[in-house]
């Protein structure tokens, strides 16, 4: 398991000057509060996200355009969102889908990680444990 740890660190490149390693396999995923979600009929999470900000508020009113986009989730996606509690650890949440998806979801690390690398970009979810910069 150390060794894959070691494999799964990531460089943070945000700043030359600033090279930060983060085991994301040790960090904690805790939702954001302001995001709301349900799940559909077929029992898929969908994130309700809400467009704000000046153009978006012109565009509802000229374009009619939506005040929430609707973001569907995958099957591994679905099973993923409701284990992130604030408790489990990336690496707890890994093994739950290994003992779901089997096979399915290989290779698994890589691909939980990027999973909550977007998830973080788009602000669904904080890390609680991650290291300031």
């Known amino acids: 398991m150390e060794k894959e740890k070691s494999l799964m660190r990531k460089q943070n490149k945000k700043s030359k000057k600033q ?3 983060i085991n994301y396999l040790d960090l904690i995923p805790v939702r954001s509060e302001e995001l709301h979600w349900h799940k559909d009929i077929k029992g898929r999470v969908i994130l309700d996200v809400e467009n704000t900000g000046l153009f978006n508020k012109i565009a509802q009113k000229v374009f009619n355009k939506p ?3 609707k973001v569907h ?3 591994q996606g679905t099973f993923i969102w409701p284990l992130i509690d604030g408790k489990r650890t990336v690496s707890d949440i890994a093994a739950l889908v290994k003992s779901e998806f089997g096979e399915a979801a290989e290779p ?3 691909r939980i990680i990027k999973y909550f690398e977007i998830v973080e970009s788009y602000h669904f979810i904080k890390f609680a444990n991650k290291p300031s910069k």
């Open 67 to 69: 005040q929430y986009t």
């Open 19 to 21: 090279n930060m390693d």
């Open 108 to 110: 698994l690390y890589p």
């Open 73 to 75: 989730l995958d099957a």
